[in-house]
């Protein structure tokens, strides 16, 4: 059946990097768009990122562009989010998740579409 598994999360301190991995399995990675999601206490899960099957498109919210990099390797079955420069306001779970390819596109990457999830993984910024 589909999986996906998230780690890679820790606590870090303010300007320092961490890099999560999304491992999936069950289906053919190739064929599926990947996006990376969080959800702080309190607040609704927004999206990070996304990446398309071959990996050649990528898109980022306002808030991680330039900080955070998304890359995928197919024959590895892994999509990975390299976080940069992290602040405290990354601080969340981080959950990857898994739909179609229309629905990683140059518009805001929210929950609709993505049907498949992984457990989480949990980043905390701080000093």
């Known amino acids: 059946q589909v999986q996906l598994v998230e780690s890679g999360g820790g606590l870090v301190q303010p300007g320092g990097s961490l890099r999560l991995s999304c491992a999936a399995s069950g289906f053919t990675l190739g064929y599926y768009a990947i996006g990376w999601f969080r959800q702080a206490p309190g607040k609704e899960r927004e999206g990070v990122s996304c990446?398309?099957?071959?990996?050649?498109?990528?898109h980022y919210t306002d808030s991680v562009q330039g900080r955070f990099t998304i890359s995928k390797d197919n024959s590895k079955n892994t999509v990975w989010l390299q976080m940069n420069s992290l602040k405290a306001e990354d601080t969340a779970v981080y959950y990857c998740?898994?739909?179609?390819?229309?629905?990683?596109?140059?518009?805001?990457?929210?929950?609709?579409?993505?049907?498949?999830w992984g457990q989480g993984t949990q980043v905390t910024v701080s000093s």
């Open positions: 998740a898994l739909a179609y390819p229309q629905y990683c596109s140059g518009a805001n990457i929210n929950t609709d579409g993505y049907n498949y």
């Open positions: 990446i398309g099957t071959g990996g050649g498109f990528t």
